[in-house]
């Protein structure tokens, strides 16, 4: 370990001539060493040190590090404008880093969420010094894997982050009224009046992602997946079961593995988006909870930047936190090929009594229907999962006995069960309104009749009145199920405000959807094979 200098602070220019600011800690001894960089929008003096050890730490490993604020953003210059200019200015900073006194000329990248996303488009420009990235929690298609999911949109998350880099906005330009507004909003969400954000902030990203509700030529455009396909670095990727963007995590790590022929390695914790710890929502996964992020980077850039034999190649590379075990395993894929089939079973009555609905092994030969009636006035509240917030696991027994929610319950498990990759449930299912939403939730019932969600997924149907089969992804998961527990599905036409509420004629969400929203009446068929829920069984 070495001693680290004091703090520096050090300005670059971009090629359009735009200064960006970035502090710089050292070690304090002679000689060369490899660089870790951060772009960042959140002021750099954070340093995304709410899920990673402080640059120091990182320094006194043999690293110079760089925290930088990306442009518009803390001390730099220019206008910010959402994951615009991160390209360009990723390489010109990659450059700049790899050319400073002391550094050997190797440049590695961390950090999560937009520090995650600063990664990859900086990887898209291929500069020479970029030898390694570790982007976490990151959308690779934007629009399925951060603002929409199964086309509804993620409302919850998308309109606290956009309030939060609006109110830093605020603040930098110094606007006293505009900051104490938006900060004000931060604290109390304006769900059911997002128009707040145009009035305080017309520049937000938020109101383009509002009015492209369709995965069109913005999102491409936006998207590094789009640009992606000649980037060939060693990546390590770093989910959370519980983060919003865990799809995107994935939809990288899989694609990235199948055609690099650089090493891929994954790591996906029991964590929400933040903080990276042993408890999540209501549950204690332990001690071994616990992230082992910063030993791991460490690991994988001594690896890459210094030539050291870490260990690396010696393990799998999915590197997997298996809830219920409580323990962290190498496997070599997230593909499982074992699927285990529940089918829905009704009386008819799964909206009122919790016996009502099952899930059973074998499809039953009757078929029977469940109503299930949506009202705008009163929707489903979200409940931990991933896309709420908070996220997480939680006791959702008071949300199960609503009369719109339909539960589908399984006899007590006679043996542990354990899944680990995709649930899909498939739904016959029709409404009498032009457009619905199908939120599926599966859950493990205790013997007392305590119910804790495991995964959660959500479904925009805009062709309502078609009685066709929806199919619903699950967020990824991977946990054990104890026996003498119980599966449940549970089946709703909202979570809101976790995603925005459908008002039953396509509207795109806004405070008057509420005025002109419909009551919307699911029609759903159990019985034989249209209705059921594929587990990815160990």
């Given amino acids: 370990m070495f001693q680290v200098l004091g703090k520096q602070t050090a300005s670059m220019y971009t090629r359009d001539g735009v200064r960006l600011d970035a502090d710089i800690y050292h070690p304090d001894a002679a000689g060369e060493f490899p660089v870790l960089l951060m772009r960042q929008p959140y002021g750099r003096a954070i340093a995304s040190t709410v899920v990673y050890a402080h640059p120091t730490w990182y320094a006194a490993h043999g690293y110079i590090v760089i925290i930088q604020d990306v442009r518009g953003r803390g001390t730099s210059q220019g206008e910010f404008k959402l994951f615009a200019h991160e390209i360009a200015d990723g390489e010109d900073t990659v450059n700049w880093a790899a050319s400073l006194p002391g550094s050997n000329g190797q440049v590695g990248m961390y950090g999560f969420s937009y520090q995650g996303m600063t990664q990859l488009y900086a990887a898209i420009a291929k500069p020479p010094a970029l030898k390694t990235i570790c982007p976490a929690m990151i959308g690779y298609d934007l629009y399925t894997d951060w603002a929409y999911e199964g086309g509804a949109f993620c409302l919850q998350t998308n309109l606290a982050w956009a309030i939060q880099l609006a109110t830093e906005t605020a603040r930098l330009q110094g606007d006293k009224q505009t900051y104490q507004a938006l900060f004000a909003a931060s604290r109390n969400l304006p769900l059911n009046n997002p128009e707040i954000l145009q009035q305080l902030a017309p520049e937000s990203f938020y109101h383009d992602w509002v009015a492209h509700p369709q995965p069109d030529a913005y999102w491409q455009e936006l998207s590094p997946k789009t640009h992606f396909q000649d980037v060939d670095l060693p990546m390590l990727h770093i989910g959370g079961w519980f983060d919003t963007y865990l799809r995107g995590t994935l939809h990288l790590y899989k694609d990235m593995a199948a055609r690099a022929s650089t090493l891929q390695h994954l790591i996906v914790g029991p964590w929400a988006h933040l903080p990276w710890g042993r408890k999540v929502g209501e549950v204690d996964f332990g001690t071994q909870a616990a992230s ?192 003498g527990n119980s599966l449940r599905l549970s089946l709703s036409a909202a979570c809101y405000p976790a995603y925005a509420m459908n008002s039953g004629n396509g509207s795109v969400p806004h405070s008057d959807s509420l005025l002109n929203a419909k009551v919307i009446t699911l029609t759903v068929t159990c019985g034989g094979e249209g209705s059921r829920i594929l587990l990815p069984v160990r």
Avoid at 308 to 337: A, E, K, R, V
Avoid at 423 to 430: D, F, L, M, P
Avoid at 447 to 468: E, K
Wanted: with cysteine.
């Fill in 292 to 483: 082992p992020i910063d030993e791991m980077q460490i690991r994988w850039f001594d690896y890459f930047l210094k030539g050291i034999d870490t260990g690396l190649l010696d393990n799998n590379p999915i590197y997997l936190f298996d809830m219920g075990t409580n323990i962290w395993q190498y496997i070599p894929t997230i593909n499982i090929s074992n699927q285990k089939t529940y089918y829905l079973s009704t009386t008819g009555l799964a909206s009122i009594r919790e016996d009502a609905g099952t899930l059973t092994p074998n499809p039953q030969p009757s078929e029977h229907k469940d109503v299930l009636v949506h009202d705008p006035w009163r929707p489903v509240p979200s409940v931990g999962g991933h896309a709420a917030i908070a996220a997480g696991v939680f006791e959702r027994s008071h949300i199960d006995v609503r009369a719109d929610v339909l539960t589908y319950t399984s006899e007590p498990l006679t043996a542990d069960l354990h899944l680990l990759g995709d649930v899909i449930v498939e739904i016959s299912c029709t409404a009498d309104q032009p457009s619905y939403d199908l939120c599926a939730v599966l859950s493990q019932v205790y013997p007392d009749g305590r119910v804790y969600n495991l995964t959660q997924g959500y479904l925009h149907c805009p062709d309502a009145t078609s009685h066709i089969t929806r199919k619903i992804q699950l967020q990824t998961t991977c946990v054990r199920i104890s026996q």
